[in-house]
């Protein structure tokens, strides 16, 4: 099986079919799009039977099997307040001695020679490996957690938080308690994480866009004058970083193919960008899918003869240079084996 960008691409053999699955794989009953309902094609798993149980024996069960969970729920407080209760703070209390021994390892001037010697020790007596460039508080973690890699991960990003949020080693077993725990602080920072990533692709596909259009400027055959005023916005913020690439038209639609011109804006680079985001709405998401697109037209503008031979050459001197997006990556997996085959 093949899973790209969420999508399931090829698979095991399905489940069995419905019956208006099988009537409509028939072509009996064609799928209209507009009035799709998943529901209907739900596969039944369990189907309820009937019983010869007579009310009195009725009751009597529901009552056992009533009693038993209220006896069940009574171990299930006492283990949550007991054991897991104690157990979470106690793994609290040992963060926060991890914490406190990795910043005063820190700020000492041999921290280099703390964290070497952290990982020949691994190394030599426990057959662990850590990187040469980690960081005290991420070899103290392992040093102290080796029994499970995953768990160290986890507890060396809370603690970077911690850092992050200057807190005290006093102040830490409270602060994870607040938070909901190890794993909701490091959903917490996985999240905000995944935001910035998501920011910075954003801008990385607005640039690309805004490169197509200005390649399309360029290159256009539809030119005019105009000499009318052009108003500048957010002229405050006039910098090279807000220097805009387009020109925007305002203009009241008469009739047919004439116009009357309302205003020319020189909006500046921040809503520009804006204003490209939408033009540029339905275009692919993937950066790897947009560059491709954009150097598909700098190809093709390459050998338009109508166009400046400059131009040409200098699309032809883009081209060389690699590309700097990747391809997102398939994840191949096994197909299982299903019984009988």
Do not use: W
Request: with cysteine.
């Amino acid at each position: 099986m093949q899973l790209t960008n969420g999508a399931v691409k090829a698979g095991a053999k399905p489940p069995p079919m419905s019956a208006k699955q099988a009537e409509a794989a028939k072509g009996k009953e064609p799928l209209d799009l507009d009035t799709l309902d998943l529901s209907d094609f739900a596969v039944t798993v369990f189907e309820r039977k009937g019983t010869d149980l007579r009310p009195s024996q009725k009751n009597a069960a529901v009552t056992g099997f009533l009693a038993e969970t209220t006896e069940l729920h009574k171990l299930g407080v006492t283990y949550e307040t007991e054991f897991l209760a104690r157990g979470h703070q106690a793994l609290y209390e040992l963060l926060a001695s991890m914490y406190s021994l990795a910043l005063r390892i820190e700020s000492s001037a041999h921290a280099g020679l703390v964290v070497e010697a952290i990982r020949k020790d691994l190394k030599e007596t426990h057959d662990l490996t850590i990187q040469s460039n980690s960081t005290p508080m991420a070899a103290v973690v392992r040093y102290v957690v080796r029994s499970d890699k995953a768990a160290a991960s986890r507890y060396t990003k809370v603690l970077q938080v911690a850092r992050e949020e200057d807190l005290s080693a006093t102040e830490l077993p409270g602060y994870i308690t607040r938070r909901g725990g190890i794993s909701a602080v490091q959903e917490t920072e996985s999240k905000a994480l995944a935001k910035k990533t998501g920011d910075k692709s954003s801008k990385e596909r607005t640039a690309l866009i805004r490169e197509f259009f200005e390649l399309s400027g360029i290159s256009s055959k539809e030119d005019f004058k105009f000499t009318g005023t052009v108003v500048v916005h957010n002229d405050e913020k006039k910098t090279a970083a807000e220097t805009s690439s387009f020109c925007v038209f305002v203009a009241h639609h008469v009739g047919g193919d004439d116009y009357k011109m309302i205003m020319a804006n020189d909006l500046g680079k921040a809503y520009e960008d804006n204003l490209i985001k939408y033009l540029g709405r339905e275009m692919p998401s993937d950066l790897h899918t947009i560059e491709r697109g954009v150097r598909n037209f700098k190809r093709k503008l390459s050998m338009d003869e109508s166009q400046p031979e400059g131009f040409r050459q200098e699309m032809v001197r883009q081209l060389a240079k690699p590309m700097k997006y990747r391809e997102t990556a398939v994840i191949e997996m096994d197909t299982p084996e299903v019984e009988g085959e």
